[in-house]
């Protein structure tokens, strides 16, 4: 019997990650699903991925903690002996005016969104080396290419992703490990959730399709990046954004 995939999707709890983590399940990938909130009911979750018919493996880890991603990667290699596809995904906000912004909020936005990024990119990076295959996907943001008042931090962590991703594409091209990033635009969960109406109304009005996108769209897209229908692709960042930036 031929070895199942096995993805890796850092925050792939709840939200975009989680719907990724679906997709991938539901193409008959092996899951590996990392999160780091105490309160996250890993029950429900594995049984709805068993009930899709594949292995699911939750791992509660920082991906800000070196110590703590480099146990996460040791313990798939454990259970599954590879991994094919990484899914960095993990993120978080914390938004305010530059002027007003505290210098703790500046620096967890950038550890846990870009250096998270980078942490476990690292760890997983060798077992891909050894399979000669890998495909790597980064979550930047619209956000990241233009910019957001209130946003310096999140979108410094995003802009930040799309020049890690390019360099980390130009290193590893040559040993067959692909690294591409998607850049979303306004999609409806957790993150957004706590915007107010009149924000969300005033939001989709300057978007061309006029309306939020969802968590599975930019799966959808994730899962393209992540298998062999793009092969050809690395080191680009695609806009999932209803038409928000082009
Ligand atoms: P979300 O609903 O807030 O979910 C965030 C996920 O990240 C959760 O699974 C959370 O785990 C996990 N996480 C947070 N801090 C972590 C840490 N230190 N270590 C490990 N996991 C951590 O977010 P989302 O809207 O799905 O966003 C997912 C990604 O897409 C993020 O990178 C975000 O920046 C990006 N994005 C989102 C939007 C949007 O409009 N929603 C737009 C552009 C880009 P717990 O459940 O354990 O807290």
């Known amino acids: 019997m031929e070895d199942k995939q096995v993805v890796l999707v850092t925050g792939g709890s709840r ?19 990392n999160y780091v909130s105490d309160n996250t ?12 018919g594949v292995e699911v493996l939750l791992l ?6 070196e110590e703590q991603v480099e146990k996460l990667v040791k313990k798939v290699i454990e259970k599954f002996g590879k991994i094919d596809v990484l899914v960095n995904n993990a993120g978080i906000t914390k938004d305010t005016l530059l002027m007003r912004m505290k210098e703790e909020d500046f620096d967890r936005v950038i550890e846990i969104n870009l250096k998270g990024t980078f942490l476990v990119t690292k760890a997983v990076v060798p077992y891909m080396m050894k399979k000669k295959n890998g495909r790597i996907i980064n979550l930047s943001s619209v956000v990241g290419v233009t ?6 931090n999140y979108s410094a962590s995003k802009a930040g992703i799309i020049g ?4 980390v594409a130009k290193e590893l091209a040559s040993r067959n490990i ?6 979303p635009g306004f999609i409806d969960t957790d993150m957004t ?5 009149e924000v969300k109304n005033s939001i989709n009005a300057q978007i061309p399709m006029k309306r939020m996108g969802s968590a599975q769209e930019i799966a959808n897209v994730v899962y393209f ?22």
């Open 15 to 33: 939200g975009i990650g989680k719907a990724i983590a679906l997709k991938y399940a539901q193409n008959g990938y092996n899951v590996v699903i």
């Open 41 to 52: 009911d890993e029950k429900a979750i594995e049984e709805e991925f068993k009930n899709i």
């Open 60 to 65: 509660k880890a920082d991906v800000s903690k």
């Open 147 to 152: 910019g957001n008042a209130g946003q310096c």
């Open 164 to 167: 890690f991703t390019k360099s």
């Open 178 to 183: 692909r690294a591409n990033a998607v850049a």
């Open 193 to 197: 959730s706590i915007l107010s109406d």
């Open 225 to 246: 990046l992540g298998n062999e229908e793009s092969s050809y692709i690395t080191g680009q960042v695609i806009n999932i954004d209803g038409g928000m930036v082009m």
